[in-house]
């Protein structure tokens, strides 16, 4: 296994865990579109807003949404680079692909 893999894994899986639960990646999706306070974000699920909140705490703690203060309110905002690290990870395996798809191509080459 690559360094460069071992570095990120621990990251990526909490990323995993984070967008595991089925709620967290539609607050994802939410918060995509438009900056929401936790009142706004509550609104649009049938949950508690201590619910959402538990919710946003594990997405703020994995990098995937971030908290900004505008006057006495908290705005939630998704973040785009807290998907880096899954992001990479996944890049990894398309470029393992890649290699052994060329290395196939030029098989079948030789063959003919």
């Known amino acids: 296994m690559s360094p460069y893999v071992n570095q990120r894994l621990p990251i990526v899986i909490d ?18 579109e438009r900056d929401s306070t936790v009142n706004e974000i509550a609104g649009s699920f049938q949950l508690t807003r201590p ?5 946003l705490r594990v997405l703020r703690e994995t990098g995937l949404v971030i908290e900004r203060k505008e006057g006495r309110q908290r705005v939630q ?7 880096a690290p899954f ?7 398309e470029d393992f692909w890649d290699r052994k798809l ?11």
């Open 15 to 32: 990323t995993f865990t984070a967008i595991a639960d089925p709620t967290r990646p539609q607050i994802i999706a939410l918060l995509a």
């Open 51 to 55: 619910a959402i909140s538990k919710h």
């Open 77 to 83: 905002c998704f973040n785009g680079d807290g998907m």
């Open 87 to 93: 992001s990479d990870w996944v890049r990894t395996y």
């Open 102 to 112: 060329a290395k196939l191509k030029l098989i079948l080459e030789d063959e003919q």
